[in-house]
């Protein structure tokens, strides 16, 4: 863990103004999401979603009891039912709407966590105190998955147990047939690659881009943990997505990529990108996939996976995740699914493909924090030629989770923060959205009031700062 400043704190409310003006960008921001908008997505989220996700997560510790004690005895037992008090009292706290307490687990982000609380109630002021439905979204909804990990952190034998690995593994195994799909389709695409013409490559990375955009849909936060995995082949309803991809900014992601490759060619490009992660499942197998072919495709030489340290948003991917994922695929009985989990490990072992965690991923902060507060990974990823990041999540930290207008350009909502040329892949899960053209969010809301949230819609939205 690499948090600049003191151990872990927080950029200061006084302190913002100044750094604004430091950054060359403007301070006023619209208001953030939150819970205090009644009937809004946030707060249906916090008075329906949250909780029935602390539900699950309080049923999958007791369905482990045996588990515990047959690795502790009674120490185990003894833990499972204060890890369980623990989560029972979060949710009590949740719905009855309690202000937001300090963290105690005495892991290094606490003192971040807490001076982050202390901040956010100085700005609240006279507008009421940080609690569930009245402070931002973005940060109770963090809060809440960082006072899960707690809750089993503060019971020792517990520690590693993650409650939410049983749905992480039912997503995959449910995706099986997909999964054999989009591996077959891989396979077959790299026994051809070295010859293909440059339409052919695009219009083939145009096509695994769109698998990774649409394995989006299949996170477990949207659905409280119920599974959500993909059922069919997702190559043969590309066609048909494509009136709801909203913006396609395909066209700025493969310029680059391909004068790279040029460049390459010239003797200069060792092109490096970075995917910051979401969800395990089937989105991480796209994601692989993806990954695959634009190292086999030579677009792309190296790549730096982002994951998170902690169990997060119910199904975002850890280290554990990730390498459980790449074994599942090498030991299938399928064999081009095992065929892509060796060279998936190979590429791990020849350092072509890198996975790193940071807990600047799973703090509350909005990534135009990073640089301030986490300069180490700031700097890590200005090395990078290309950022995807995946998710909704991950949108919502790019664009601070405000309520911005619909038309304000990306660059405005990333508030400068830019390490690197950098394109998100998202559906749309939560009511926030920029850069659309005048008039379009107002056509969507009226053709279908839940387009913001539904996960139908999509988005492939590069940085303007590096357009040329
Ligand atoms: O629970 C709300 C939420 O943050 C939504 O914004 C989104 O649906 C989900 O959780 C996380 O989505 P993703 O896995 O795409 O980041
Ligand atoms: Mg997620």
Redesign the pocket.
């Known amino acids: 863990m690499a948090l600049r400043r003191i151990a872990g704190e927080a950029p200061s409310a006084e302190t913002e103004e100044g750094e604004d003006e430091e950054r060359g960008v403007r301070s006023e921001v619209p208001d953030s999401l939150s819970g205090k908008y009644t009937g809004s997505f946030a707060y249906l989220?916090i008075k329906d979603?949250?909780p029935q996700i602390l539900t699950k997560a309080v049923d999958t510790v007791h369905r482990h009891r045996d588990k515990f004690f047959a690795q502790h005895g009674q120490e185990g037992v003894e833990a499972e039912k204060r890890a369980i008090g623990l989560l029972s009292k979060l949710r009590n706290e949740l719905q009855t709407d309690k202000p937001a307490l300090p963290l105690t687990d005495g892991l290094p982000d606490v003192a971040h966590w807490n001076k982050y609380l202390e901040q956010q109630q100085a700005r609240l002021g006279s507008e009421g105190n940080t609690s569930w439905f009245n402070a931002p979204w973005l940060y109770m909804?963090c809060y809440m998955y960082r006072r899960i990990h707690e809750a089993l952190q503060l019971n020792p034998p517990m520690c590693d147990f993650d409650v939410f690995n049983e749905a992480k593994t039912q997503g995959f195994l449910e995706s099986q047939q997909a999964i054999i799909a989009i591996s077959t389709h891989l396979q077959e695409v790299n026994k051809k690659v070295e010859g293909f013409q440059e339409t052919h490559l695009k219009a083939e990375l145009m096509q695994l881009l769109q698998v990774a955009l649409w394995g989006?849909r299949c996170?477990l936060?949207?659905s409280a943990g119920v599974t959500n995995s993909q059922t069919f082949n997702p190559l043969t309803a590309l066609e048909s997505l494509k009136p709801f991809i909203l913006i396609n900014d395909f066209e700025f992601v493969w310029r680059l990529l391909i004068n790279n490759k040029k460049n390459k060619i010239s003797g200069t490009a060792h092109t490096r990108i970075d995917i910051v992660l979401?969800?395990s499942g089937f989105e991480l197998v796209a994601d692989l996939v993806l990954a695959d072919f634009l190292i086999t495709s030579q677009l792309v030489h190296e790549i730096h996976f982002h994951g998170k340290s902690i169990p997060w948003?119910v199904?975002?991917t850890t280290k554990k995740d990730f390498d459980w994922t790449l074994n599942q695929m090498k030991t299938s009985s399928h064999p081009q699914m095992s065929k892509c989990g060796a060279a998936w490990e190979n590429n791990v072992k020849r350092g072509v493909w890198n996975y790193q965690d940071h807990v600047f991923w799973t703090l509350p902060n909005e990534f135009y924090d990073m640089s301030l507060i986490a300069n180490d990974l700031h700097a890590e990823l200005q090395k990078s030629h290309l950022i995807f990041f995946?998710?909704?999540?991950?949108?919502?930290k790019l664009t601070g989770d405000r309520k911005w207008s619909y038309t304000v350009p990306f660059e405005t909502a990333l508030r400068g923060f830019q390490p690197a040329p950098l394109c998100s892949l998202?559906?749309l899960?939560?009511d926030i959205q920029v850069g659309l053209k005048t008039g379009l969010g107002e056509q969507l809301a009226a053709s279908d009031p839940d387009w913001l949230?539904s996960?139908h819609y999509a988005i492939i939205q590069f940085s303007n700062s590096f357009r040329k």
């Open positions: 989220t979603r949250l909804e989006n996170d936060s949207i979401d969800n948003f199904s975002d995946k998710g909704d999540l991950n949108y919502r998202r559906t899960k939560a949230t996960g």
